[in-house]
C-alpha cells in the first residue's frame, strides 16, 4: 500500500515563500508522476503542478514562473517550492503519485496567506 505523507504547509505573508514536501512508502518501484494538486474552500480540487519520472514539468498557469516543482526519484519524494504567494494560493495541498494504473493521494497540507 502507497503512502504519501505531506510536510511544510502553514501561514505566510503575501510575497513570502514555503516549500512542501512528500515522500512515498509502501513501494520499491519509481512512482511514475508525482504532483500536487489543492482545493480552496467552496471549489474543486485543481492542479497545481506535475513532474514525471523523466524529469518533465507542467504547471497550472496560475502558478507558472512562481512554484517549481522538483522529485528525488530514488527516495520518491517530491517538493514544490512557493515563491511570490497570493491570497489565492490559500489552499489545502495535495501530494498525488500515479503508479501501476492507481493515483494515490496524502492526506493534505493547508496553506494559507493572508494579505
Known amino acids: 500500500q502507497v503512502q504519501l505523507v505531506e510536510s511544510g504547509g502553514g501561514l505566510v505573508q503575501a510575497g513570502g515563500s514555503l516549500r512542501l514536501s512528500c515522500a512515498a512508502s509502501?513501494?520499491?518501484?519509481?512512482?511514475?508522476?508525482m504532483g500536487w494538486y489543492r482545493q480552496a474552500p467552496g471549489k474543486q480540487r485543481e492542479l497545481v503542478a506535475t513532474i514525471m519520472l523523466g524529469g518533465s514539468t507542467n504547471y497550472a498557469d496560475s502558478v507558472k514562473g512562481r512554484f517549481t516543482i522538483s522529485r528525488d526519484n530514488g527516495k520518491n519524494t517530491v517538493a514544490l517550492q512557493m515563491t511570490s504567494l497570493k491570497p489565492e494560493d490559500t489552499a489545502v495541498y495535495y501530494c498525488?503519485?500515479?503508479?501501476?494504473?492507481?493515483?494515490?493521494w496524502g492526506q493534505g497540507t493547508q496553506v494559507t496567506v493572508s494579505s
Open positions: 498525488s503519485g500515479r503508479l501501476l494504473g492507481r493515483i494515490y
Open positions: 509502501g513501494t520499491a518501484f519509481s512512482i511514475n508522476v
